[in-house]
């Protein structure tokens, strides 16, 4: 497994802020956010994952793209932003990885 390679996001519950957000596709790098109103490329934000049943875990990223509502409407993408990964606890990491390889999601094409 590669941190690019990417899976759908089954299984896998996020909050930001305290408000449920809707992941599109996660992998070991980062993930997808699906959001109306997408923050500032470039801004720090921090979640709360939960992998099935396994207790809920912070994860902080920086948004790395955003995808406007004219990207969305050129490209049939939906609008959001992507996360880069810039701190996940080890066995958070390590428990993300058995997530995805025992098929909490299916790979991404």
Same mark, same amino acid.
């Given at each position: @497994? %590669?941190?690019?390679?990417?899976?759908q996001? !089954?299984?896998?519950r996020?909050t930001?802020?305290?408000?449920? /957000? &809707?992941?599109?596709? /996660? #992998?070991?790098?980062?993930? $997808?956010?699906? #959001?109306? @109103?997408?923050?500032r490329?470039g801004?720090? /934000?921090e $979640? &709360?994952? #939960?992998?099935?049943?396994?207790?809920p875990?912070? /994860?902080?990223g920086?948004v790395?793209?955003?995808? #406007?509502?004219?990207?969305?409407?050129?490209t049939?993408?939906?609008k959001?932003?992507? =996360?880069? =990964? !810039?701190? =996940?606890? @080890?066995?958070? %990491?390590?428990?993300? =990885?058995? $997530?995805?390889r025992?098929?909490?999601?299916?790979?991404v094409?």
């Open positions: @497994m %590669k941190a690019a390679d990417r899976y996001a !089954q299984g896998i996020a930001c802020h305290g408000a449920e /957000v &809707e992941l599109l596709d /996660v #992998s070991l790098g980062g993930f $997808f956010v699906v #959001s109306e @109103m997408p923050p490329h801004s720090g /934000v $979640f &709360e994952l #939960s992998l099935g049943e396994r207790p875990f912070r /994860v902080w920086t790395a793209w955003v995808v #406007s509502s004219d990207d969305a409407a050129a049939g993408r939906r959001g932003y992507g =996360i880069r =990964i !810039q701190g =996940i606890g @080890m066995a958070d %990491k390590l428990a993300l =990885i058995d $997530f995805l025992r098929g909490g999601g299916a790979p094409r």
